[in-house]
Every structure is written in structure tokens, then in C-alpha cells.
């Protein structure tokens, strides 16, 4: 049962990611605006980039929980 949650996160995980990161949602930051300094595209793509390795590291690195049968 494990396994075959991590698997579907995993593939949800993936479908967010190739949204966030495909053209029609990253054309809403291609816009000339600067936050902090930094231009608001590559911030935002590289923010959205780091939260999903985030995501994925969390995913893998769970413990898996107790078995309620032991």
C-alpha cells in the first residue's frame, strides 16, 4: 500500500511540474517587472524549480509509518 501512494504522489508531482513549468502557466511571469532586484521570470522559475525538488526530496526521504498490525 506504501509503495502505491508514493508512486501516485510521485506522478502527481510530476503533473505539477509540468504544468508550473510548460508554457501557457510560465508566460504569466514573462512580464518587465523586478522583485527585490531580480527580474521576476528567471525568479520565479528558478523559486518554482526549487520548490519542486523540495517537494520530491520530502516525498522521498518520509519515513514510512508505523505498522498498526506489530
Do not use: K, Y
Not at 6 to 14: D, E, H, K, M, N
Not at 39 to 54: C, D, E, H, K
Request: proline share 9%; aromatic share 12%; charged share 10%.
Amino acid at each position: 500500500m506504501r509503495h502505491s501512494l508514493t508512486t501516485q504522489r510521485l506522478v502527481a508531482l510530476f503533473g505539477c511540474g509540468w504544468l508550473l513549468l510548460n508554457f501557457p502557466l510560465l508566460g504569466l511571469w514573462d512580464v518587465a517587472v523586478q522583485v527585490w532586484g531580480l527580474p521576476l521570470f528567471p525568479t520565479a522559475s528558478f523559486t518554482l524549480w526549487a520548490l519542486l525538488i523540495g517537494l520530491l526530496a520530502w516525498l522521498m526521504e518520509r519515513q514510512p509509518p508505523p505498522d498498526e498490525d506489530a
